[in-house]
């Protein structure tokens, strides 16, 4: 088949460690697990993914700039940086990109300062709580809406 277009993947920090990060909050799959899980039901749907994993904000706000004119979607696990990065957010509302938001864990179900996300306002949507599904899901929903915009140009 071939490609519709390309979604970008981007994890924040510390979901290097998936596997071996509080596994009892966030499970035992490993990162790179989730990556082959995303990219063989990318590859299904016709597209491709640039997966990208930083430990810092400002590699993850180059990341979203580059991906203007190339990436339909962009799915985020924003880590830490979903509770306070205004500078991240302020990308994702900067380029014509619809972003899907997703958490492995239940953010409103977690420490006071978890249960806000400065991101969701300017997300296409969010999906929290459903561990490795979330991602799953929220591919799903990002080729959904790059489908959308494919289909518009
Ligand atoms: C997380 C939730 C965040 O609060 C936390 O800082 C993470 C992971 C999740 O996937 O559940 O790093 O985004």
């Given at each position: 088949m071939s490609e519709l277009g390309k979604i970008m993947v981007l994890h924040g920090p510390n979901l290097n460690l998936l596997g071996q990060r509080e596994p009892e909050v966030?499970?035992?799959?490993t990162l790179a697990e989730i990556n082959t899980m995303l990219q063989e039901e990318a590859a299904r749907a016709g597209f491709a993914l640039e997966i990208i994993q930083s430990n810092v904000e400002g590699e993850l706000i180059n990341a979203i700039h580059r991906?203007?004119?190339?990436?339909?979607a962009i799915l985020l696990n924003?880590?830490?940086?979903?509770?306070?990065s205004i500078a991240l957010r302020d990308a994702i509302a900067a380029v014509p990109i619809p972003t899907v938001e997703v958490h492995l864990s239940n953010i409103y179900a977690r420490e006071e300062f978890r249960r806000?996300?400065?991101l969701a306002p300017v997300c296409a949507g969010q999906i929290t709580g459903f561990g490795v599904l979330s991602y799953r899901l929220g591919l799903e929903a990002a080729i959904a809406l790059a489908q959308r915009s494919v289909r518009k140009e």
């Open positions: 966030y499970g035992h799959t991906a203007i004119p190339e990436c339909a924003p880590g830490a940086l979903t509770h306070y806000q996300s400065v």
